[in-house]
């Protein structure tokens, strides 16, 4: 492997391994924030026990979450040094943003939150966890819209020379419409993430826990059926919203994700397809005729263009060159998404069926679902993900700067550089994964705390 595959594995495994927390600190986080509401509000101590329970698993993941993003951004000065120095002007200011002001201020009121039981105000104390979630996702939001311009540049020039893209209207960079579809979906599905941590976590216990601990995990049970019912249906809607506005900015991404290789009015939708990515044609197909149109336009009349005709038309307006990203791995990571999706709908249904009329009792099945769909969303998240920048491909930003052009030099970076980097990143990264994974589930089993022990933690910190 060259040196620009191994720049590219490596940010591909940084970023994926990333994204395993980010979804749950999003949620976890307004779920957190709506437990301690519930009992300022109620005054009920369990409540507080939820709260507890929860902010515990919220930190554990928030740590890790914060060491494994470190590494990505120190990829773009080594790896990626000729992308750095093309679009740094302006991919910088959000990433600057969201250290300065999202990531302090949620670190900053995360501290006041875990020291300040009982120290301050109930409602300041409650306060301050919303802060909290709202920083987190406001962090979210400055990634997206650095992440944005790589998918729909808006607000530049480029210098007289060409060789690098200088900021001409930040508004437009915050509003890039590419950033109003992308982050609701991802708030959504960190929603979704959360909420089936929530429910397997809290099914589990109002099955097999402690007697003492059960009435406390209904009712986290029936808040995580409504989040996570809410969840799915916001992001299976934001998902929806996104395809259409990836076929005015990105029409290749959708070709590439339905195996499209011609254009088609009425577009047809595959349910499965194997094609010859070389010769561009089906090997075997199974479509369901005008869907994608109805899917794109809201109508079973409209034209979904093709791989071939946008191909032509890219060569027209870019030069030579194949503009035709790997069909099979956006073909499938879309449909690993959407299926994951559709069970998350199906369990989150299933779980707000009987939590509404009180039941739980549940069937062995509906248990087996329930305890591990929390698998789902991970599953969702990373397929979502490997679709939207390998859909973008040979892009590294769309219509301006090419992925092979963007590494850094082979004199500036050797390939055993980068293979050792990427072989001690992954060691690491598994460990700091399986760390996760153990404090997590030992919270997790360990149930809520007593409601001794609970002021004596109050008092002493989380």
């Known amino acids: 492997m060259d040196v620009l595959s191994l720049a590219r594995l490596q940010f591909a495994v940084t970023s994926v391994f990333h994204f395993f927390f980010v979804p749950l600190t999003l949620g976890l986080s307004i779920f957190v924030a709506i437990m301690e509401t519930a009992y300022v509000r109620s005054g009920n101590e369990r409540y507080k026990r939820l709260t507890r329970f929860w902010g515990n698993i919220f930190l554990v993941n928030f740590a890790v979450g914060v060491v494994t993003g470190i590494v990505m951004e120190f990829q773009f000065g080594l790896n990626w040094s000729e992308y750095a120095r093309f679009v740094g002007d302006i991919f910088g200011v959000p990433l600057a943003i969201e250290a300065l002001l999202a990531f302090f201020l949620e670190s900053t009121f995360l501290g006041i939150w875990v020291f300040g039981w009982d120290k301050l105000p109930k409602k300041l104390h409650a306060a301050t966890i919303w802060i909290v979630a709202i920083a987190s996702n406001l962090s979210a939001l400055w990634i997206l819209v650095a992440n944005s311009f790589m998918q729909h540049p808006v607000g530049y020039r480029l210098s007289e020379s060409g060789a690098r893209a200088e900021m001409t209207d930040f508004w437009a960079l915050l509003l890039n419409p590419y950033v109003w579809t992308q982050f609701p979906h991802v708030v959504a599905g960190g929603i979704t993430t959360a909420a089936f941590l929530i429910?397997?976590?809290?099914?589990?216990?109002?099955?097999?826990?402690?007697?003492?601990?059960?009435?406390?995990?209904?009712?986290?049970?029936?808040?995580?059926?409504?989040?996570?019912?809410?969840?799915?249906?916001?992001?299976?809607?934001?998902?929806?919203?996104?395809?259409?506005?990836?076929?005015?900015?990105?029409?290749?991404?959708?070709?590439?994700?339905?195996?499209?290789?011609?254009?088609?009015?009425?577009?047809?939708?595959?349910?499965?397809?194997?094609?010859?990515?070389?010769?561009?044609?089906?090997?075997?197909?199974?479509?369901?005729?005008?869907?994608?149109?109805?899917?794109?336009?809201?109508?079973?009349?409209?034209?979904?263009?093709?791989?071939?005709?946008?191909?032509a038309e890219y060569e027209e307006r870019f030069g030579p060159g194949d503009y035709i990203p790997p069909v099979a791995v956006s073909y499938w990571s879309f449909r690993l998404m959407v299926g994951a999706g559709t069970l998350m709908l199906v369990i989150a249904s299933l779980s707000l069926f009987y939590i509404l009329r009180d039941r739980y009792d549940f069937p062995g099945w509906a248990a087996g679902m329930m305890s591990w769909g929390f698998v789902l969303p991970y599953l969702a998240n990373s397929s979502g993900w490997i679709l939207a920048e390998m859909g973008r491909q040979p892009w590294i930003v769309f219509g301006l700067l090419r992925t092979e052009d963007a590494v850094s030099p082979t004199v500036a970076v050797s390939r055993g550089e980068v293979l050792f980097s990427l072989v001690t990143f992954v060691l690491i990264y598994l460990f700091l994964t399986a760390v996760d994974i153990f404090l997590i589930r030992k919270f997790a089993l360990a149930g809520l705390q007593s409601p001794e022990s609970t002021e004596e933690g109050g008092r002493d910190g989380a």
Do not use: C
């Not at 299976?236 to 994700?257: D, F, N, R």
């Not at 149109?293 to 034209?303: C, D, K, Q, R, T």
């Open 199 to 311: 429910i397997s976590i809290s099914a589990f216990h109002v099955a097999r826990g402690k007697e003492a601990d059960r009435e406390a995990f209904r009712k986290s049970l029936k808040y995580g059926a409504v989040y996570g019912f809410l969840g799915t249906v916001f992001v299976t809607m934001m998902g929806h919203t996104q395809m259409q506005g990836l076929l005015k900015h990105q029409p290749m991404k959708v070709a590439a994700a339905e195996a499209l290789w011609e254009t088609e009015n009425p577009a047809s939708f595959s349910l499965f397809t194997i094609g010859d990515e070389e010769k561009l044609e089906d090997l075997f197909s199974i479509r369901v005729p005008g869907l994608l149109s109805f899917l794109a336009f809201n109508s079973f009349e409209g034209e979904v263009r093709g791989i071939k005709d946008l191909q």
